[in-house]
């Protein structure tokens, strides 16, 4: 690095330094970019380039300017679906949260047997394809022959009601939580192997006990973790489309085709060919997902230096 | 450092904007149309085609696509035909809207519900078959489905398959309960009633809201919601066959008569194998459904003519399709003998009926043979008689939207809710009719101006 700056502060003529930095470089990310363009760039561009279109099914293609960005901001159906997925977020994403972090200081405390095993176990959900587990827990929920039925049998009452307005978010979360703790307990664990045992010696000599070293020394150091875990969540929240989409054959009138705005996206353009007003709702979509991520970050990053 | 990283960074970004310029514009250039490839044909351009062969695409997921492919492939063996099921009904109509939309991709033949071929038809994507003489074919087929695939002298494709509706019924439960067979609606939401309150976990049918039922119901009712003249639409689904029929089927609701497992989902077959559901109002393509998925009630079914309100007979089609050939295909004549093989030649249409297909046919719907089928499932009963009785008494002058697949996507939403708070259909249809002129509308449909 040092080098480098140095050469540069040396007057050398234009030419040659423009030979120097030939495109030898590029050869090296030029792969990299090549992809990177055309499976990250080009789509967005183009999803831009469509909302600001009006295609119709009579009348071919115009010209609309911002008039569908208006549109969504005031759709009704969007912001319903936005705010289900917000209430989804605030109160799923902690609780799988802490369910991961406990999971992982379980696991992480060497007082358990067969550690790996549960590891495993835990995991295992994620390993399960999103639509192969959504379609067991269907099973599983079934208000007349499945699990649910079954326990409904037992207790005399329909207690267990998934697939109602009321309780069809909880279900969701509920498969959401079974699918991803593991992945987020595995990230717990990674960082929390992290931490130096001298540690873990001077908080005993000390005289710290177990909880004692779980919030002077594990919690602040999975503090980043926690972040990313936390914005990964958010940004899956957001995404919500597998799990209602494959249950509602089995709720078709409690989970509306503008559900989650995902999946009203995906019937704005595959059911009504609104190309045009879905990639409106996407990048909306997007720039508020990652505005809250990068809000979610700077106060977790915050904490961090202080 | 700075100065030259943020330039060089400048020049980056640069040549990444000319590139994904260029992209995007390759892109954009992909959706323009294609072009209409088809021109002009006649009959004998058929002969013609198959005689010099060739490789057609077909997209279907009926079950006897196969073995009808292969039969053709044996009558012609110059041509090459290539099936691909691309899914059932939306996802492969999604599917053909985005190769159509992007100009190439899409199949030569394509296998597409009467709901949709409006869709198709108007966006232009579908070949005029009466160029090729298609339209002396119109004897051949049952009135209604013929006026399905037709728009004036145009014809967009040929039937394949009918639905004209009729009542299954589980016999061992209606026996048990003491049931009659009802013939009227009134007689049918009686025997809810009976049935629910002798045995309060089974049920005269299932419905969660389905919008091909509800069309074909206020069909049958008499009604014609929808109509379409080019490009200007009328939709009204508080006409008197609608309202005759939301009446009538919000009796079934309010008195929590109709169970609420979902159509087509495991707990169906389920409920159909153990009694739970005692009768289902559909097509005349069902009997395969059953015996294929249901084969637990192997002797419990039987069919009868569908209940009506006043006891004239009247019935009305649900579901079935026919094939098209899509405006995209290179060899427009050979994609149009194949198709006229497919559904008109005997040989490919007893491979279909082998099958366990109903067919559009009238010649099979009339033939002795197909009327004297006394299947074991259902207890010997001669259902073809029944079946093909509800196909004479289908009203004309039915019409479906020319955006029919993005209205039945919405219609839990909005008619779906009536059922999931037990309201009013009524009012559930009125939502659904506003938001389908809005779409309309805002599609560049005139509707109800």
């Known amino acids: 690095m040092t080098t480098l700056s140095r050469q540069q502060g040396l007057p050398i003529p234009k030419p040659s330094r423009k030979a120097r930095r030939d495109w030898r470089g590029w050869a090296f990310v030029g792969p990299f970019m090549a992809v990177f363009l055309l499976v990250f760039i080009a789509p967005v561009i183009y999803a831009v380039y469509l909302s600001l279109f009006r295609e119709q099914l009579v009348g071919g293609n115009a010209f609309v300017g911002f008039e569908n960005y208006l549109l969504v901001l005031s759709d009704g159906k969007f912001w319903e679906a936005f705010l289900r997925v917000l209430l989804f977020l605030v109160i ?54 499945g699990l649910a039925a079954n326990i409904n049998d037992f207790l005399g009452s329909e207690v267990i009601t998934p697939f109602t307005r009321e309780w069809i978010l909880p279900a969701i979360g509920n498969i959401v939580t079974w699918e991803f703790v593991g992945y987020n307990m595995l990230i717990f664990y990674a960082a929390l192997r992290t931490i130096p045992t001298e540690l873990y010696e001077a908080a005993e000599l000390d005289g710290a006990g177990p909880f004692r070293v779980i919030t002077g020394i594990k919690i602040p150091a999975l503090r980043g973790a926690i972040v990313i875990a936390a914005i990964f969540s958010i940004i899956g929240s957001f995404q919500l489309f597998n799990e209602p989409n494959i249950l509602k054959p089995l709720a078709p009138n409690i989970i509306t085709s503008y559900f989650t705005p995902n999946m009203y996206a995906y019937n704005l353009s595959f059911a009504g060919q609104q190309f045009n007003y879905s990639a409106t709702v996407a990048i909306v979509m997007g720039v508020i997902t990652a505005v ?3 809000v979610v970050q700077l106060r977790g990053s915050r904490k961090e230096d202080r | 450092m700075t100065i030259k990283r943020s330039s060089s960074g400048i020049r980056r970004s640069a040549a990444a904007i000319v590139a994904v310029a260029a992209i995007s514009a390759a892109l954009v250039g992909c959706s323009a149309d294609a072009g209409s490839s088809g021109g002009s044909g006649s009959a004998s351009d058929l002969d013609a085609a198959l005689e010099k062969g060739g490789t057609i695409t077909y997209w279907s997921w009926t079950p006897s696509a196969e073995a009808q492919v292969a039969a053709f492939e044996k009558a012609y063996p110059k041509v090459d035909v290539k099936l691909v099921n ?68 145009k014809v967009f494709g040929l039937p394949q398959d009918s639905g004209p509706m009729s009542m299954f019924y589980n016999k061992t439960v209606f026996d048990q309960y003491g049931i009659e067979v009802p013939t009227t609606w009134d007689e049918y939401v009686a025997a809810a009633e009976k049935l629910h309150a002798a045995d309060p976990t089974k049920y005269i049918t299932s419905d969660t809201g389905d919008s091909g039922f509800a069309t074909s119901m206020i069909w049958q009712a008499g009604g014609q919601p929808f109509q379409a003249d080019g490009t200007n639409v009328t939709i009204d689904l508080a006409d008197a066959g609608s309202k005759k029929w939301a009446d009538n089927w919000n009796r079934l609701i309010d008195g929590g008569l109709l169970s609420d497992i979902p159509g087509w989902s495991d ?24 015996e294929g998925s249901v084969p637990d009630a192997s002797g419990d079914w039987r069919v009868a003519p569908i209940p009506t309100y006043d006891g004239t007979p009247v019935s009305a089609e649900n579901g079935g399709g026919g094939q098209a050939v899509i405006k995209q295909s290179k060899n427009p004549a050979l994609a149009a003998a194949f198709l006229k093989w ?49 196909a004479k008494d289908v009203p004309s002058g039915w019409q479906y939207l020319p955006f029919q697949v993005y209205a039945n996507s919405i219609f839990g939403d909005t008619v779906g809710q009536s059922y999931a708070n037990k309201g009013n259909l009524n009012d559930g249809l009125a939502e659904w009719q506003k938001q389908l002129v809005d779409y309309g509308n805002g599609q560049g449909f005139t509707v109800n101006k």
Do not use: C
């Not at chain 2, 009467?114 to 009135?143: C, H, M, N, T, W």
């Not at chain 2, 040989?347 to 010649?363: D, H, N, Q, R």
């Open chain 2, 86 to 153: 691309a899914g059932t009904n939306t996802d492969e109509y999604t599917k053909l809207q985005n190769a159509i939309k992007a100009g190439s991709g899409a199949p030569d033949v394509a296998q597409i519900e009467y709901y949709a071929i409006p869709q198709f038809s108007l966006s232009e994507s579908l070949v005029d078959l009466s160029q090729y003489g298609f339209g002396d074919l119109k004897d051949d087929y049952s009135a209604s489905t013929w006026g399905s695939v037709t728009s004036g002298d």
């Open chain 2, 342 to 390: 497919l559904n008109n030649d005997p040989e490919s249409i007893k491979v279909f009926l082998e099958k366990g297909g109903f067919p559009a046919t009238t010649a099979d719907l009339e033939s002795d043979e197909f009327l004297a089928q006394a299947p074991e499932y259902f207890g010997g009963q001669k259902i073809n008689e029944v079946l093909t009785a509800a």
């Open chain 1, 292 to 294: 809250i991520a990068y």
């Open chain 1, 92 to 145: 799923q994403v902690p609780i799988m949260l802490v369910l991961a972090l406990a999971a992982a200081m379980a696991i992480d405390s060497a007082r358990l047997h067969a550690t790996g095993f549960f590891r495993i176990v835990i995991f295992l959900p994620y390993a399960v394809p999103a639509v192969v587990a959504v379609l067991m827990w269907g099973f599983i929920y079934g208000g007349n022959f």
């Open chain 2, 267 to 290: 707990e169906w077959y389920k409920g159909l194998g153990d009694g739970t559901i005692a009768t289902l109002i559909t097509g005349a393509w069902m009997p395969g459904v059953l």
